[in-house]
């Protein structure tokens, strides 16, 4: 009930404040008087002044060296704030005493503090005019105060329906709404979104059925997407993201731990088109306030990532396995819509490629609600393996194009348990060895199509992209070798072989082609097969393989240092 004493303590607050000011001036001009004849003094005291601009608003100057914002608010009007303090306890013993001897009854004091709110608004909006942030300050004790209220009116004495609480709850942020747009205060939008965020906790709605707590929900964004508008206060759409989502987590941790989810067949559909409406919402106001500005905050790529999450949630938790796919292939359409118009008109790269990003997620999740298993990992390989080569066909820019590679770096995560398979027991054809396969032609696709272009690109980059090709294409052989021979002793014989051809071609061709990370690459290959003659296989194999690989591969080596040194004698040149 400390809000009521608050009251008394503005009037009297406004009933002197003409007398104070009469007196902070006659101070400040005998301040000034003082300082005149000490102009040769160095050490002056200084103190709060107070200043109005052109329209009569208070602007509190202080000296520079204060440190803390604290300070500063407490040393303005510090007279009539220590005043305000005595009143404020004073009246909160007495009214504390009189509601202890039952002076006043339970709808009594539901209504004085509902009317104490509602005159406290109103002051703090006659305040604001002037002072702001004592205007901020009584707005929010005031819209605070009838919420309060409401709250104790339903949890207490069970007074008013939740509807009718919700109502009332309502009137105070959109007070709040209005005003923060007129005197431009962010604090008070802030205030108001959170107010009527935190009202159906307040007034204990039932938590059976969504329809009518998200209606409300719905009416409390679509104000705050206006104060968006007229503001461009990005911050709020971000915001009412967060807090669409903590009403949305109950719904989603059921859906995915629970078969079913918590939904009812009567709430399907609602949850349904709320997912349409608020995802669309908040698409909306990111694309205009990017669109508007010419520029792109954290804000906005925070908004555009966590509304695309926020929306394949619901999709997920919705609806039904048959739509599932459709629905996000809908909404992925809708992000690279975002995407084109912003290049076509603003051409903001963070914007283009946050949509673009958010477009490919829902994508991989359309993928996934249609595959599983190894079919997945190839769909995502092969589309992630498209995106450098459309962003570099529209963009025409190398960094881009190479960030955006590190989509495939999901794929060679993912490959690990098809390459420990145990599929690669029973034979050579099945899902694991078209993985490694399909990482293999994208990796090796990009390498031509990045190295043929006019633009250069940086010989780190179309190494490895080379270099991963190369080694996933070693496994391959590895494990299929093994996988297609059943005597162990000739599959380890083949693949060592194997491997010592290709390790001399790829030196030989790196020689030609003035090639480095290739000659060292053949090189490495070779050094690999001998060490692990040396080190592994002659501990494994029986004693006739291992006469004949190293005769093998000794002879291979051999005949590459005679064709090296024939090659580089002066008459071959």
Avoid: C
């Avoid at 009037?11 to 001009?29: A, D, N, P, T, W």
């Amino acid at each position: 009930m400390e809000t009521i004493f608050f009251i008394v303590l503005l009037l009297m607050g406004v009933y002197f404040e003409k007398r104070i000011s009469k007196l902070e001036k006659s101070f400040q001009e005998s301040l000034r008087e003082s300082e005149k004849k000490n102009e040769d003094h160095k050490e002056v005291t200084h103190l709060p002044e107070v200043s109005f601009n052109k329209n009569g608003i208070e602007h509190d100057h202080l000296p520079e060296k204060t440190s803390s914002r604290f300070v500063e608010w407490l040393v303005t009007d510090w007279i009539m704030k220590l005043g305000a303090l005595l009143i404020l306890l004073g009246f909160a013993w007495l009214t504390s005493y009189a509601f202890l001897n039952n002076w006043i009854g339970p709808m009594g004091r539901i209504t004085f503090g509902i009317l104490s709110g509602a005159i406290i608004l109103l002051l703090g909006e006659l305040r604001i005019r002037k002072f702001h942030s004592q205007g901020v300050i009584l707005l929010s004790l005031g819209a605070t105060t009838i919420h309060l209220s409401m709250f104790a009116a339903r949890e207490l004495y069970d007074f008013f329906t939740p509807s009718i609480a919700l109502l009332v709850m309502a009137l105070p942020v959109i007070f709040l709404a209005t005003l923060s747009v007129k005197h431009k205060s962010l604090s008070l939008a802030i205030l108001g979104l959170v107010l009527g965020a935190i009202a159906p906790l307040l007034t204990n709605a039932s938590p059976e059925g969504i329809l009518g707590i998200y209606t409300y929900l719905f009416l409390i964004i679509a104000g705050t997407f206006l104060v968006t508008l007229l503001t461009e206060w990005r911050i709020l759409t971000f915001l009412s993201l967060i807090i669409m989502s903590v009403y949305s987590v109950p719904y989603f941790l059921e859906g995915l731990f629970f078969s079913g989810g918590s939904l009812s067949k009567g709430d399907v559909f609602s949850a349904q088109i709320f997912t349409l409406l608020f995802g669309g919402i908040f698409y909306v106001a990111s694309l205009i306030s990017i669109f508007r500005s010419k520029k792109t905050l954290s804000a906005d790529i925070f908004s555009i990532g966590w509304n695309a999450l926020y929306v394949l949630a619901w999709i997920q938790t919705a609806f039904s396995d048959e739509w599932k796919s459709l629905i996000t292939s809908v909404v992925a359409l809708i992000f690279m819509m975002g995407a084109y118009i912003l290049l076509r008109s603003a051409q903001l790269k963070t914007s283009i490629y946050t949509y673009g990003t958010a477009a490919f997620m829902m994508i991989a999740a359309a993928t996934a609600f249609e595959l599983s298993g190894p079919a997945l990992l190839i769909a995502y390989t092969l589309e992630a393996g498209i995106i450098p080569i459309i962003v570099f066909l529209i963009m025409k820019n190398n960094d881009d194009a190479q960030k955006s590679a590190l989509l495939l770096a999901l794929s060679l995560y993912f490959s690990g348990e098809h390459i420990t398979s145990f599929q690669w027991r029973t034979g050579v054809f099945h899902g694991d060895s078209a993985v490694l396969l399909t990482i293999i032609i994208v990796f090796s696709g990009l390498f031509v199509f990045f190295s043929s272009q006019k633009y250069t690109f940086p010989k780190w980059f179309l190494n490895l992209l080379l270099g991963i090709s190369g080694l996933y294409g070693l496994i391959f052989i590895w494990l299929s070798v093994h996988a297609g021979m059943e005597n162990e002793t000739i599959a380890q014989a083949t693949v060592l072989t194997i491997y010592t051809l290709l390790g001399i071609g790829l030196y030989l061709a790196g020689r030609n082609m003035l090639s480095k990370f290739i000659r060292y690459g053949g090189g490495a290959l070779v050094g690999f097969v001998v060490l692990h003659l040396l080190f592994v296989e002659i501990w494994e194999m029986s004693l006739a393989g291992r006469i004949i690989t190293f005769f093998l591969i000794g002879i291979l080596l051999m005949s590459t240092a005679l064709l090296e040194r024939k090659s580089s004698h002066p008459s071959s040149i």
